[in-house]
């Protein structure tokens, strides 16, 4: 006669499961394994400097009365100071992508090395990237210097959170000139003109092609859409000639709305994008992209999906081009595309208006800055590792491991990888006329209700005045919202 | 004096020798993570605390809740809110009681049953977003439209069109939910009295009659905690809509807890954020707490009210 195993048996059994499943996640956890070591040359720009050593000599007469003999002064003790770095894992030796290890890694080694006889190191704290822990760090004084976004630049440098660099910089010779334009504009643009961070990284939207499929990349909207046409017409079905993120279209353009000769903010920082000629910039290139939904030239799933999301059509082969971040060939094509596939793929400046003269193209990116620290000696080494991790050797390492642009004109100048690059030539070229969005505590709410209004037509919710009509009310909402504080 | 420490100490002997020492602990851990939060949060919501800058926060009073009251997407969020949990919890416990009634019998294989109802309870919310996500993709990339495409149905836009994706939240959510609500209600009908039942068969009564009028009267109360399990755990409904659907398309799937996400943390990235309104979130939550308040008094009161009448 067959034992059934009874309930209380079976009960018995999965409490014992259970109670072993918790005791071993409870257990001490593994150490990470050691990341594989790579030996990897780094190129090193090597800085000479002479020092001219001048002896003068001259005949001085003394009168000695008395010969004191003098006590040898005791060596000046080093006062040792570790600068805590906080930064998120993905840009950190803490990333599981070993180039990024490495890259980060040269970095910090290369400031211990060069300041360690001053007592100087760099302790690197990864976290997850939560913006309400980076703050409750710094509130805290845990840590001495951050990589944070360069929207939260201004917010930051008013809440007197970050410490000014400019004595420093001006010690050591660096200068805010030798950045970008628009980087230069974005670091004086704090409420005392003072440089509060370096700028580490930009990235900007590219339009990504299938050079097989596309032979020639459309340059204004009118190309594109007949290209679009073209595909549709010849192909069919599921193939579409382009794919255009609804969600996070506004960081597409963003840009282009500028290019057309729109306004954000007039010079009180009282929202306008919502008035007069402005308003009329918004419904020209809402029925654009409306009109490629309309009429069936982009996937109808396109509407509520972010640059992520809309991939799958891409490596499916469905869709020969697509609005992407400038650094998508390393973090979305090259993983997901066989060898072959993904020579096929190329990079150009997106389309622009007809109407307008140019594209302009929103530029992205993070900054490193040193907390405010009443310890001056904390102050000096968390300044001097800012300077340091945002130097043209640091930043052709690190930006390189990550597929970003560096924010130094003399790096496209020096380095043989983003001058022969064609990725990098191309983000580059684009961010030639690159644009930061205000950094006013209004664009959020007012990016948002753009975003929404055009969501709302596309689904044909509300028509295209009524959704204008209903971002309008809500930026002015918010608007009066943080005036009162 | 003598008198007095001799007061004292059996005092302290009545307290150590009482339920205190058991009970005390817990009621301490209770309050410290269930009442101070509450508090703190209450506290929040009368801030204009933000996320770049949480130690200068300033006392606004009520100022957060007349934004949110007079704020159209939020009243619209309420109101999905409210429309989700109408149809998705009466949708979920029924099938969770049929479920239940089929797994109550002896059937061959039926903890296998078991086991597979109640499979997605060992998955969290937010991979049951993301895998859907990924099933219910509108192209070639997506299982269920591959299938229909194959069957000649034609593809369904679950994301893109605003009903299309609220089918989509109340589906994803009885699916991933039910199985917990059936373990529920399952050990409800087990307590019921085998006697009882046998005893209207032999009386004459059918299937149907049973149930009816001996299973569902018996299992009223714990139909009721059931309900309210529901409810609690409908209206907080957040992870799912963050991988499925981001709140939209058009804000069409936009639940109160969604807004207080994205009014907290907003879309962070490296082209910029929203405000990270912690004071306006927490108001949210305030709100949502109250609702959720209510609606547990009533319950409790109608019940105190039956066994009054009882």
């Known amino acids: 006669m067959t034992r059934k195993l009874s309930r209380r048996a079976f009960l018995r059994g999965a409490a014992l499961v259970g109670a072993g499943a918790m005791a071993s996640a409870c257990a001490a956890p593994q150490a990470p394994a050691a990341p594989q070591v790579v030996t990897q040359i780094v190129k090193e720009t090597a800085v000479v400097k002479e020092t001219a050593v001048v002896k003068e000599t001259s005949v001085v007469e003394k009168v000695i009365e008395k010969v004191v003999t003098a006590t040898p002064a005791p060596a000046k003790a080093v006062k040792k100071v570790v600068v805590r770095y906080m930064c998120p894992t993905w840009c950190s030796t803490a990333d599981t992508r070993v180039e990024r290890q490495v890259a980060f890694r040269s970095v910090i080694d290369s400031f211990n090395s060069l300041y360690g006889p001053k007592g100087w190191s760099v302790q690197e704290i990864p976290f997850d990237g939560d913006a309400v822990q980076l703050t409750q760090q710094i509130e805290q004084k845990k840590v001495d210097a951050i990589w944070f976004n360069f929207s939260e630049y201004v917010t930051r440098s008013r809440a007197k959170q970050l410490l000014a660099l400019d004595p420093v910089m001006a010690t050591v010779g660096e200068d805010v000139k030798k950045f970008f334009p628009f980087v230069q504009e974005t670091l004086l643009s704090s409420d005392d003109k003072k440089v509060y961070a ?81 308003l009329e910039i918004w419904k020209e290139m ?85 907390v405010a620290n009443p310890d001056p000696d904390v102050a000096l080494a968390a300044a001097t590792w800012v300077i340091h991790a945002t130097n043209e050797t640091s930043q052709s390492v690190t930006n390189k491991a990550g597929a970003w642009i560096p924010t130094r004109s003399a790096i496209l100048e020096n380095d043989q990888f983003y001058k022969t690059d064609p990725f990098m030539q191309t983000t580059l070229k684009a961010l030639q006329n690159g644009h930061v969005v205000p950094l006013d505590p209004i664009w959020g709410p007012m990016s948002t209700a753009i975003q929404t209004a055009l969501s709302n037509a596309a689904t044909g919710k509300k028509s295209v005045e009524d959704a204008l009509k209903e971002a309008s009310d809500t930026t002015m909402k918010e608007y009066e919202a943080l005036k009162k504080k | ?208 009659q049973r149930f009816f009028l001996i299973k569902l009267p018996l299992m009223r109360q714990i139909s009721g905690l059931a309900l309210i399990f529901m409810f609690v755990g409908t209206f907080g409904i957040f992870e799912k809509i963050l991988a499925l659907t981001f709140g939209g398309p058009a804000n069409a799937t936009f639940t109160i807890g969604f807004y207080m996400f994205a009014t907290a943390f907003g879309a962070r990235g490296a082209w910029g954020t929203t405000a990270g309104l912690l004071g306006r979130a927490a108001a949210m939550g305030v709100v949502m707490f109250g609702v959720i308040l209510i609606f547990v008094l009533l319950y409790l009161w109608l019940v105190m009210f039956e066994r009054e009448e009882a």
């Open chain 2, 1 to 208: 004096m003598t008198a007095a420490l001799s007061r004292s100490t059996r005092r302290l002997e009545r307290f150590a020798g009482g339920p205190w020492p058991f009970i005390l602990p817990g009621v301490l851990l209770y309050l410290a993570l269930s009442i101070y939060p509450i508090l703190y949060q209450s506290y929040l919501a009368m801030t204009d605390m933000q996320v770049t800058s949480l130690s200068s926060a300033q006392w606004v009073g009520l100022e957060n809740f007349a934004f949110l009251f007079s704020d159209s997407r939020f009243l619209d969020a309420i109101q999905f809110t409210l429309l989700f949990v109408l149809i998705t919890v009466p949708v979920q416990y029924t099938i969770a009681f049929a479920l239940a009634l089929l797994v109550d019998q002896k059937l061959r294989g039926r903890i296998v049953f078991r086991l597979t109802y109640i499979l997605p309870l060992a998955i969290s919310s937010l991979i049951i977003g993301l895998m859907w996500r990924l099933l219910m993709h509108e192209s070639a990339a997506g299982f269920i439209n591959a299938l229909l495409e194959q069957l000649g149905i034609g593809t369904i836009p679950f994301f893109s069109n605003p009903n299309w994706a609220r089918f989509a939240i109340f589906f994803v959510n009885i699916w991933s939910s039910v199985g917990s609500t059936m373990v529920f209600l399952l050990g409800g009908l087990q307590t019921i009295d085998v006697e009882q039942l046998e005893a209207a068969t032999v009386d004459g009564a059918n299937a149907w």
């Open chain 1, 198 to 278: 370096l700028w580490h990284n930009t990235d900007t939207p590219l339009y990504y092609y299938n050079k097989e499929k596309i032979p020639t990349p459309p340059a204004k909207w009118n190309d594109l859409v007949q290209m679009c046409k073209d595909i549709r017409t010849k192909e069919g079905g599921k193939k579409y000639g382009f794919v255009h993120p609804f969600n996070g279209w506004i960081q597409m353009n963003s840009g282009l709305y500028l290019a057309l000769g729109g306004e954000y903010l007039d010079k009180t920082g009282k929202p306008v994008a919502f008035e007069g000629k402005n």
């Open chain 1, 286 to 370: 809402f029925a654009h992209y409306l009109g490629l939904l309309k009429n069936d030239l982009v996937p109808a799933g396109s509407v509520n999906q972010d640059q992520q999301q809309m991939m799958p059509d891409v490596y499916a082969g469905n869709v020969y081009s697509f609005a992407g971040n400038s650094n998508y060939h390393v973090r979305q094509l090259k993983p997901n595309l066989k060898d072959a596939e993904y020579k096929q793929w190329t990079a150009a400046p997106l389309p622009y208006p007809d109407k307008a003269g140019k594209g302009i193209y929103q530029a992205g990116g993070w900054m490193i800055g040193a």
